[in-house]
């Protein structure tokens, strides 16, 4: 069992301005080799924005954030953490941390929602234009 912990969120932040996600597993009786943050925007599907290996380090990014969000670990803390910059209006969402025990390079697809069996409850990002 993995449990999640989201903070960070907020705003509004307005646009082109940064934030800072924190996703923390806790209570683990295994360590999560994948872990990644999701958004959902009212009306729209739950959508992959970064993933990352915790044994390795390589990362996925979707094309929308690549070049404004980066993806870190701290493995000591069990923590991911996602660094948004540049912020646009329609990165405006409910952000999701997940987990899966399985490495993401097992993953058919690492911005899969199914591929993972671990979440966190959200945490709101607001942007203002």
């Known amino acids: 069992q993995v449990q999640l912990a989201e903070s960070g969120g907020g705003g509004p932040v307005q646009a082109g301005g940064s934030l800072r996600l924190s996703c923390t597993a806790w209570?683990?009786?295994?360590?999560?080799?994948?872990m990644g943050w999701f958004r959902q925007a009212p009306g729209k599907e739950r959508e992959g924005v970064a993933s990352i290996y915790t044994n390795g380090d390589a990362t996925y990014y979707a094309d929308s954030v690549k070049g404004r969000f980066t993806i870190s670990q701290d493995n000591a803390k069990h923590t991911v953490y996602l660094q948004m910059n540049s912020l646009k209006p329609e990165d405006a969402a409910m952000y999701y941390c997940?987990?899966?025990?399985?490495?993401?390079?097992?993953?058919?697809?690492?911005?899969?929602?199914?591929?993972?069996?671990?979440w966190g409850q959200g945490t709101q990002v607001a942007v203002s234009s």
């Open positions: 997940a987990a899966d025990l399985r490495p993401c390079p097992f993953f058919k697809k690492w911005d899969t929602a199914t591929e993972y069996a671990y």
């Open positions: 209570e683990t009786t295994y360590m999560a080799s994948c």
